[in-house]
């Protein structure tokens, strides 16, 4: 937009001195109207564009009734102001709007699809003005690029739309908050000190003792609000939600049955729309004067501030409700995983300190012992020695140690400790937030769903007949299960197909393992050989991490398509299925090889003499000597490290710098030339140029992916939360620096809790415990240990356990051609495989021999005491936690009493001033005739609004009843009116809408 230097430079009245105040493109072209929120049209270069020359050429016209509150008036911009686009072409009558539409003039003609999109956006602007909204469009519209049309709201209705809101706003009425007395107020002084440095450095943070009272916007109790400025009363983030409440509701019947800005955002009418920033995150000038926005950068989205509590109040203000419970949950979560990382260590710690003593591993390693082991593959393979396993052996104990059992429970518990913490913290930020007892919004259906059931309609019109028209018009309003049945269809078959492609994954890596360990034992070089393990492990789960990851992308944009699929009617319903679709696919992909090393690998490998093969060639896998907890342990933490290295560095920086950067050089021309004719570019320019908001999904379901590998596979790897409070210390300032720098605003979207997430992670707190049991019992060797210690060894202690665990095979079974090719007849008769089964001099050779059924009795004995055992601690854990700290019920009663206090003074003051009104007039006109001798005027009730009936010094009205008067405000009796709209003809007109 092309404003003079005088122009952009205006004083801006009523707005305090600062940032604010003088933020460049934040206001209109007169300096004072704040810019609420942007509409973007996007003009195609080879679209046949009006140009100004000929904007005054019109052949239609629509005339849109008004309700008379808002007339247009000569400085509106909407009336063809000084920095109005000619939105208004002529003066219009009160109480109706003219709106040009058409073509624009014989020598540019325009496609039907354009004039089309032209009416319904000049009809859905006039319903803007209708409702009383000013809008702002550029002087000059442009051949090509983004136009952009500015809207801002007046204060009347601002106080409309915050009183149909129900937005708390604060009152004049304050309270200071109650202090500990004794020990625990210097406990809580002492506690203050020590966090005073890891406080952000926030505005208006010594007030924190000093809560004001806060009640439902009303239009009739304006004098009871602590209206200091209207241009500040209300912040901008209630000024942008306000205006996209009117956009989400405002409707085009006469061009379109369409409801709402995000469905002509669809249909292409616009291309998009945004509440602006708080001008330029950079701090410019003194640092008193920063805005919102800078105060987020310096104190919350730095690297520099990981050290610091997050300003959640503030990133609410800013953001929104719904955002700042984001952060806040974030915030505990990342805070409750400091615990869990300090026991974690200690756990690993004594794994470390105590491999020196561990029996079973030095039975391992002692080479005395002569473990002869049968070999690894068909053929190829030759007989090993035990002993050569001794590395893995002593890293599983760092992992497979009692410790971890205590590490599970403890955990388990954490889990559900951490849940209660939220839930209360929840609620205290619900308190403060004055989010307690808010109403859902009514939401209007999406684009797609109106869509649908439009050609509904119109297919049930055509085959009909005329008469029965409006009868199936007035039955068909909305869609049923059978429109919806090959969504649903689809979808089921979608999810199994997309099942069956992670199972194949997964399997493919499985073959891989095979193909690759065989392929490496018939090598010649004997470096090779000793290396098999370690090479195939390493590079198959790294084959595994690149496959989540691609198949994260996919699924998540399948989530997406099937969800469409669907056709949800609203947007929560839309986002809930979103979330369970994407989870679950999400969940089996990242978690299916876990499961599989956790549960399957070496369970069905058979033993010797009678392997299971596939494809008829190929032995299953079979464990480590160790066990497969190490195994585990190495996936686990690969899978966790790479998923969160890759995905921070790559998909949450790489990718969306990258689409910037193709942004910008797409629109590099169009940007020179707005920079020619803007130095600098105006705030709406800057916003366009940044990334959409998209949604709070992608950052819930990184942390819910997270939380499952600290909490369902933790007893495998004790140092997962560790890694995890380093990964979100680190997420915390990169989604701050995000929000702040490379996102457009979002609308500040109410909510009073995190919603289906919570119940995610309930599910997932409850799953672990059953996951952690069966780890602890079936992966690891820590329940055949206890049962060689306490029914089968002969001193009580843990020497003989390996040989115990170890049993006999006779090399004579092998069958032909599997037996290794280098045997030599007579040397090796015997050799020893890891399992429960009779030796091949037993009657029941090869069979599960009784330790197997002692052995597996106790494992499932532990799984069952250990969920029980849990469940039992959690439940205390949760009766021993209220959800709603005390301190919060206190000050709720206390609010509630002050208010009705407030609101009982209120009813006094109008009841006095009232009986004064009376008495006054009674003694300025006396009627003696009227009055009764020897009888004084009698008093209404003590808090009544009705005036004094006959008898009571008013004249007499026929006998009739006494007519009731309405409660009205201090100000309708005082000539003192408190801060509202600048005249009272606007006041009184605005107040009957």
């Known amino acids: 937009m092309q404003i003079s230097p005088s122009e952009d430079k205006l004083p801006v009245v009523g707005s305090p001195s600062g940032p604010q105040g003088t933020g460049e493109g934040l206001y209109f072209s007169d300096g004072k109207r704040k810019v609420d929120y942007v509409l973007v049209l996007h003009q195609r270069r080879n679209g046949s564009i009006r140009s100004h020359a000929s904007a005054a050429v019109s052949h239609d016209r629509l005339s849109i009734v008004s309700n008379g509150n808002f007339p247009p008036s000569a400085g509106s911009d909407g009336a063809a102001g000084k920095g109005g686009g000619g939105l208004l072409r002529e003066p219009a009558r009160a109480g109706e709007v003219f709106m040009e539409l058409g073509d624009a003039g014989e020598k540019e003609p325009t496609e039907p699809a354009d004039h089309e999109v032209r009416l319904i956006r000049q009809e859905f602007e006039a319903s803007l003005l209708e409702a009383g909204l000013e809008l702002e469009r550029d002087k000059e519209l442009k051949t090509y690029g983004p136009s952009f049309t500015r809207l801002h709201a007046p204060w009347p209705v601002l106080c409309r739309e915050a009183e149909f809101l129900k937005i708390k706003v604060p009152t004049k009425t304050s309270y200071e908050l109650k202090e500990e007395s004794g020990f625990g107020s210097s406990m809580s002084t002492v506690w203050r000190k020590m966090n005073h440095p890891f406080q952000p450095k926030v505005p208006h943070q010594e007030q924190e003792r000093t809560k004001f009272l806060t009640h439902c916007f009303s239009r009739d109790k304006l004098h009871l609000y602590n209206i200091t400025s209207k241009d500040t009363f209300f912040d901008n983030a209630t000024r942008g939600r306000i205006v996209y409440e009117i956009l989400r509701r405002t409707v085009c019947v006469r061009t379109c049955q369409t409801i709402g800005i995000s469905t002509l955002i669809a249909k292409g009418v616009y291309d998009d729309a945004f509440p602006l920033h708080d001008g330029d995150y950079k701090v410019i000038g003194h640092l008193e004067e920063k805005s919102d926005r800078q105060v987020l950068h310096n104190e919350w989205a730095k690297y520099s501030a990981f050290y610091k509590y997050q300003p959640i109040d503030l990133v609410r203000k800013y953001f929104g409700e719904k955002i700042g419970l984001y952060f806040a949950w974030l915030?505990?979560?990342?805070?409750?995983?400091?615990?869990?990382?300090?026991?974690?260590?200690?756990?690993?710690?004594?794994?470390?300190a105590t491999v020196d003593s561990d029996v079973p591993s030095l039975e391992m390693c002692d080479e005395r012992l002569n473990f002869t082991m049968c070999p690894l593959c068909d053929g190829a393979c030759d007989f090993w020695q035990l002993s050569t396993a001794c590395g893995t052996a002593r890293a599983s104990h760092l992992f497979d140690n009692p410790a971890t059992v205590f590490f599970a429970i403890f955990m388990s518990l954490w889990a559900v400790l951490f849940l209660e913490h939220w839930k209360r913290r929840q609620i205290s930020l619900s308190f403060s937030w004055d989010l307690t007892g808010i109403e859902e919004d009514e939401e209007h259906p999406r684009p797609k769903y109106e869509t649908i059931l439009l050609q509904k309609r119109?297919?049930?019109?055509?085959?009909?007949?005329?008469?029965?028209k409006k009868k199936n018009e007035a039955a068909i309003e909305k869609l049923t299960w059978k429109d919806r049945l090959p969504g649903y269809f689809i979808n089921v078959s979608s999810v199994l197909f997309m099942f069956g492609l992670?199972?194949?994954?997964?399997?493919?890596?499985i073959i891989y393992r095979i193909t690759v360990?065989?392929?490496?034992?018939?090598?010649?070089?004997?470096?090779?050989?000793?290396?098999?393990?370690?090479t195939v492990t390493a590079t198959a789960v790294i084959i595994n991490l690149v496959v989540i990851l691609?198949?994260?992308?996919?699924?998540?944009?399948?989530?997406?398509?099937?969800?469409e699929l669907e056709i949800p009617k609203t947007e929560t319903h839309f986002e809930e299925r979103l979330i369970l679709k994407a989870f679950l696919l999400k969940f089996m992909n990242a978690y299916a090889p876990i499961f599989y090393v956790a549960f399957f690998k070496g369970r069905f490998a058979g033993r010797p003499g009678s392997y299971v093969y596939v494809f008829n060639h190929y032995r299953m896998e079979e464990c480590a000597p160790g066990g497969c907890l190490i195994e585990l342990c190495i996936q686990l933490s690969i899978i966790m490290l790479g998923k969160q290295l890759i995905q921070n560095n790559i998909f949450e920086i790489g990718i969306p710098k990258l689409k910037k950067l193709v942004r910008a050089l797409k629109d590099k021309g169009t940007a020179e030339k707005e920079m020619e004719e803007?130095?600098?570019?105006?705030?709406?320019?800057?916003?366009y140029a940044l990334a959409p908001f998209d949604g709070l999904t992608p950052e819930y379901m990184e942390m819910i992916i997270q939380f499952g590998f600290v909490s369902l596979f933790v007893a495998s790897f004790p140092l997962a939360p560790l890694f995890a409070l380093l990964n979100n210390?680190?997420?915390?300032?990169?989604?701050?620096?995000?929000?702040?720098?490379?996102?457009?605003?979002?609308?500040?979207?109410?909510?009073?809790?995190?919603?289906?997430?919570?119940?995610i992670l309930s599910g997932m707190g409850k799953?672990?415990?059953?996951i952690n049991a069966f780890v602890i019992s079936f992966t690891s060797d820590f329940i055949p240990r206890l049962v060689y210690q306490y029914m089968f060894s002969q001193t009580g202690t843990m020497h003989g356990f390996i040989d115990h665990t170890l049993s006999y095979f006779n090399v004579s079974n092998f069958k032909p051609g599997t037996a290794p090719q280098n045997l030599e007849q007579g040397s090796i008769t015997v050799c020893r495989y890891k399992d429960y089964r009779e030796p091949p001099w037993s009657p029941d050779a090869y069979t599960f021999s009784k330790q197997y059924w002692c052995v597996l009795a106790a494992r499932l004995a532990f799984v069952i005491l250990f969920q029980n055992l849990v469940m039992f601690l959690s439940l205390i854990v949760a009766w021993g936690i209220p959800d709603v700290p005390k301190t919060i019920v206190e000050q709720f009663k206390r609010e509630k009493k002050l208010l009705v206090d407030v609101f009982l003074r209120e009813e006094k003051e109008k009841f006095q001033l009232i009986q004064s009104l009376f008495s006054k007039n009674a003694s300025h006109q006396p009627s003696p005739h009227e009055e009764h001798p020897g009888k004084g005027p009698q008093l209404p009730g003590r808090f009544s609004t009705l005036p004094p009936g006959p008898g009571q010094g008013l004249p007499r009205d026929g006998g009739g009843p006494r007519a009731r008067c309405r409660a009205a405000s201090f100000s309708q009796f005082s000539r003192n009116v408190p801060t509202s709209p600048k005249n009272g003809d606007e006041n009184s007109r605005h107040t009957m809408v």
Not at 502 to 509: E, K, L, M, Q, R
Not at 550 to 563: K, P, R
């Open 331 to 352: 915030g505990v979560y990342t805070q409750l995983l400091i615990p869990a990382s300090i026991v974690g260590i200690i756990v690993f710690c004594y794994g470390v």
């Open 458 to 468: 119109q297919r049930k019109q055509k085959t009909k007949k005329k008469k029965k």
């Open 502 to 509: 992670t199972f194949s994954a997964v399997f493919g890596v």
């Open 517 to 534: 360990s065989a392929l490496m034992a018939m090598s010649p070089d004997p470096d090779t050989k000793s290396n098999v393990r370690v």
């Open 550 to 563: 691609i198949l994260d992308e996919i699924y998540g944009a399948v989530a997406l398509w099937l969800t």
């Open 678 to 687: 803007e130095r600098p570019p105006k705030q709406w320019n800057l916003d």
């Open 729 to 759: 210390i680190i997420e915390i300032r990169l989604d701050a620096k995000k929000f702040v720098t490379e996102l457009r605003r979002p609308v500040a979207v109410r909510a009073k809790d995190i919603g289906i997430w919570y119940n």
């Open 767 to 770: 799953f672990s415990v059953i």
